[in-house]
């Protein structure tokens, strides 16, 4: 959730093209079916060119104000995070320095912000770490995004990869109605998605989640193993105790705060809406480090 001026997209289109080229040399002539490895400082200079980590998109401003609109449990902002502990502004704020890597300044509110390079790297290899061993276990993976233009690839990628070494993902055939704000959960190639009105919007809501997870109880299913999903998809699972591995872009401070909380295991702090295509040395990375390749 962010809004980007004319200057700021025109650096963008230029970041991109330096991107472009990091992407493209991770993958470049590699079939399909494999991927080149990526080492951490190839990615590391990947994450930060295609400004995913770094140097991001979203303005200092909108952190500052997510963080206020978090605390007032706000509809889109909450991502059906349950607070169990006290936070205020200042605690949230040295949370987001910590663990996503915003500027510590507290008198800096307006400029470029930005997201710790190393910490998504690190959060990243526990997720792997997570994902590998719960493949090879046999066990079942639900993945979802609420960001479909964004990580929605991402996703894709490493259920596919996933499945193919073992693991068992969620699916249902059916669609899946959303009381409350109307619309349904789809699955597309593996990965749980909302959609409305004939598209699957960008959202934060958690109702799309409980939805799901209503209808995977009422229908005597097993509860997944592990969640593997953003914004209210990762924020609703979490709250109903269920082990969730999460990403989160630096406006969005609830996943960090379900974290410190203890009810997330790793939320990886990144730019969740750069162009698709950007986090192809990120997933190259991530299905490596699992063992999935």
């Known amino acids: 959730m962010k809004t980007i001026g004319k200057h700021a997209a025109n650096a963008l289109r230029e970041e991109f093209a330096d991107a ?8 470049t002539a590699a079939p399909e079916t494999e991927r080149t490895t990526v080492d951490r400082t190839t990615l590391a200079h990947a994450l930060e060119a295609a ?4 140097e991001v998109a979203t303005p200092r401003g909108n952190n500052l104000s997510h963080i206020h609109r978090f605390l007032a449990q706000e509809k889109q902002f909450d991502f059906g995070v349950d607070l169990t ?21 507290p008198d800096f509110v307006e400029g470029i912000d930005t997201i710790s390079t190393q910490r998504c790297i690190d959060a990243l290899e526990q997720l792997a770490t997570a994902i ?45 109605d959303v009381p409350g704000i109307g619309g349904d959960c789809r699955q597309i190639n593996r990965v749980w998605t909302w959609h409305q009105h004939g598209g699957t ?23 997944p193993d592990l969640i593997v999903a953003d914004h209210g998809w990762a924020g609703a699972a979490s709250s109903r105790g269920l082990r969730t591995l999460g990403y989160a872009d630096c406006n969005d401070p609830a ?14 702090p990144l730019d969740d809406d750069v162009v698709p295509y950007l986090y192809e040395p990120l997933i190259s990375y991530v299905l490596d480090k699992a063992g999935l390749s």
């Open 20 to 27: 472009s080229v990091v992407a493209k040399s991770a993958t």
């Open 132 to 176: 590998g061993a719960v493949t090879r276990a046999g066990g079942e993976i639900l993945f979802a995004t609420g960001h479909p233009a964004g990580l929605l690839p991402v996703h894709m990628a490493m259920a596919a990869a996933a499945e193919s070494h073992g693991a068992r993902i969620t699916h249902q055939a059916n669609a899946v």
């Open 255 to 268: 996943l960090f705060v379900a974290e410190a909380q203890g009810a997330i295991e790793v939320t990886v």
């Open 85 to 105: 502990r006290d936070w205020d502004y200042d605690s949230v704020f040295a949370l987001m320095v910590d663990r996503c890597g915003l500027r510590p300044e």
């Open 51 to 54: 400004r995913i980590t770094g």
């Open 201 to 223: 919007p960008h959202t934060h809501l958690a109702e799309p989640m409980h939805a799901l997870l209503d209808d995977i109880t009422r229908r005597g299913g097993q509860t």
